[in-house]
Each structure stands twice: as structure tokens, then as C-alpha cells.
């Protein structure tokens, strides 16, 4: 069964910096490009950026251009986000996915940036 475990959340002041891993099973995760997404309270889910099976990075959204970064670890079926010089606005529950299988969701890293 597909299943994503986010983790690595938290509380941060605006300017910090949070580390999100992701956990993916179920696929073959080396084989799969992921995404991390990310959903406002009472807002959709929406895309901050992916990364292709090799690690080259797929698109990235103007928003986080700069300060986040995606990386993977093949070996551990595991997508990080490196997330620097946070702002307010970054508040959200983080997910992953993968592009290629629809309708699994994982239940997600609360981050809240706040003074």
C-alpha cells in the first residue's frame, strides 16, 4: 500500500529554518519523481516543488524560489525539504506526493511561522 509520512514540523520564528523528511513506501521510490505540497488553513493544496528520480529538480514555485530546497535519499525512499528564511506566509500543512499515483496523501507536517 502507498503511504507518505511527513515529519519535521514545528513552531519557528520568521528568518528560521525547518527540516521536513518525507517517508514513502508502497512503490519504488528511486523509480518515481515527488513533489512537496502544501495547504493553508481553508485553502487548496497547492504545489511548491518537485524533484525528478535522479534529484534534478522539476519546477518550483515562484513563492519559495530561493529559500526552500528539495533534495532525496534514494537509499532510505526518503524526499526532504530544506526549508530557509522562512516567512509568515509559509504557514501550512507540508505534504509529498508523487505525480505518478493519484489519491494518496499522507497526513502531513504542520509548519507555523510566527513571532
Known amino acids: 500500500q502507498v503511504q507518505f509520512v511527513e515529519s519535521g514540523g514545528g513552531l519557528v520564528q520568521p528568518g528560521g529554518s525547518l527540516r521536513l523528511s518525507c517517508l514513502a513506501s508502497g512503490f519504488t521510490f528511486s523509480t518515481y519523481p515527488m513533489n512537496w505540497y502544501r495547504q493553508i488553513s481553508g485553502d487548496e493544496r497547492k504545489f511548491v516543488v518537485g524533484i525528478n528520480n535522479d534529484g534534478g529538480i522539476t519546477n518550483i514555485d515562484d513563492s519559495v524560489r530561493g529559500r526552500f530546497t528539495i533534495s532525496r535519499d534514494n537509499a532510505k525512499d526518503t524526499v526532504y525539504l530544506q526549508m530557509n528564511s522562512l516567512k509568515l506566509e509559509d504557514t501550512a500543512v507540508y505534504y509529498c506526493?508523487?505525480?505518478?499515483?493519484?489519491?494518496?496523501w499522507g497526513q502531513g507536517t504542520q509548519v507555523t511561522v510566527s513571532s
Open positions: 506526493n508523487t505525480p505518478w499515483i493519484n489519491n494518496y
